[in-house]
């Protein structure tokens, strides 16, 4: 803590602190359960009376404990300043989301400058039992989960809205993949290449980015939904229009340059949402192919990029990234290296996206 930041730069509720909150050095976030006993965690004890190395690892421990000591008070005092007013909450324990999130509304409403929250709900590692779960090993079905996602983040904006504090949050959610189109022989979905993610709070622009999956008419097990926005992107977004954070800084954090999506309200204009004039990917011929195939194009005279992704949602080729006279244009698609399957083109011009499928046979 300084003078400038007296608070935590970052908190997760739980007991660990992810990776996610990592720094350049070191983990820039702390975790703890609950913010009214987080202090009874720290000894004041510095020293060991053990002379061997082991005493001057638990020194060191210890040191760091104390460290943490001098935001113990501030996450304390937050926590005391301010109270929960949502009734939506559902019991105690029986959500573990919505406690999470109670915490992180109750310590933004009582003052504490902590910029980034992270929560936890686990269980969404569906790879069997998906649709039924199976309450004896503990395993909550994927419609269950999402409704405690509901259920939480419905609470938490409600609370926010009665603490008066609406406007100066925004949620989002993310995970570590996503989950294939067919299922496995154990009624779960093994690990995928796209996944959706929701975005939430007063100030977030309403709507949806992106456009229904594109589903083969004979899904394989090895066939992913094509990723349509880089995940970076929407880190790169959030960061540049809530966080207001530099070109620079987004150049370091994320090592190149990422589309810009409208997901802040007042960084775009309605009409900007829509298909830019004339943009649109007519289709490839052949298709089905085996060597090549003509991908015929329409641009509006601005910037726009072709690409092809195969049946994992894997970036295999960049056709076309520059900016064409407005009109219909072609490009040849050399697939005599690729092995039969699915395959996917996106065309992207601004947040504009249209994807078609096509298929490779030998």
């Known amino acids: ?15 660990i602190v992810s990776t996610g909150l990592e720094g350049p050095t070191a983990n820039m976030g702390m ?3 609950d913010p009214n006993t987080f202090y009874n965690i720290v000894n004041d004890k510095t020293d060991s009376s053990i002379s061997q190395r082991a005493g001057q690892e638990l020194a060191f421990i210890r040191k760091v404990g104390q460290q943490i000591e001098k935001f113990a ?5 937050a926590a005391a300043k301010a109270t929960n007013k949502s009734t939506l909450y559902p019991t105690a324990k029986t959500n573990l989301l919505a406690d999470q999130l109670k915490i992180v509304a109750q310590l933004i409403a009582g003052g504490l400058k902590t910029r980034i929250y992270l929560v936890n709900l686990g269980g969404f590692d569906t790879h069997a039992r998906q649709v039924n779960g199976d309450a004896s090993v503990g395993i909550l079905s994927h419609g269950s989960l999402l409704n405690q996602l509901s259920v939480g983040i419905t609470a938490f904006q409600d609370d926010l809205k009665l603490l008066g504090i609406q406007d100066r949050v925004m949620g989002m959610t993310f995970s570590e993949f996503g989950r294939r ?3 496995n ?3 779960g979905t093994d690990h995928g290449a796209a996944a959706p993610m ?19 008419a004979k899904p394989t097990s090895e066939d992913n939904i094509p990723m349509q926005y880089d995940f970076r992107s929407v880190y790169a977004s959030i960061l540049k229009d809530w966080f207001c954070a530099s070109e620079t800084s987004l150049k370091k954090a994320l090592f190149k340059d990422f589309q810009m999506l409208p997901i802040i309200k007042g960084t775009t204009g309605v009409d900007e949402l829509g298909n830019p004039t004339g943009v649109a990917l007519l289709g490839n011929s052949p298709n089905p192919f085996g060597g090549s195939t003509t991908i015929r194009f329409r641009s509006g005279g601005s910037h726009l990029q072709i690409k092809i992704f195969d049946n ?7 056709l076309v990234d520059r900016s064409l006279p407005q009109g219909e244009h072609e490009v040849t698609f ?10 996917y083109c996106r065309l992207q011009s601004g947040v504009f996206q249209e994807m078609k499928p096509m298929l490779i046979v030998r």
């Open 1 to 15: 803590p300084n003078a400038s930041m007296p608070d935590p730069l970052a908190i997760q509720i739980g007991s």
């Open 312 to 318: 994992t949602g894997r970036d295999i080729a960049t």
């Open 31 to 33: 975790a703890f359960t």
């Open 185 to 187: 022989d154990s009624g």
């Open 334 to 343: 050399d697939a005599s290296s690729l092995t039969s399957g699915n395959y």
């Open 181 to 183: 189109i067919k299922s």
């Open 198 to 216: 929701f975005v939430f709070g007063t100030n977030v622009q309403p709507g949806i980015l992106g456009s229904n999956p594109i589903i083969p």
């Open 73 to 77: 008070d501030p996450v304390k005092n």
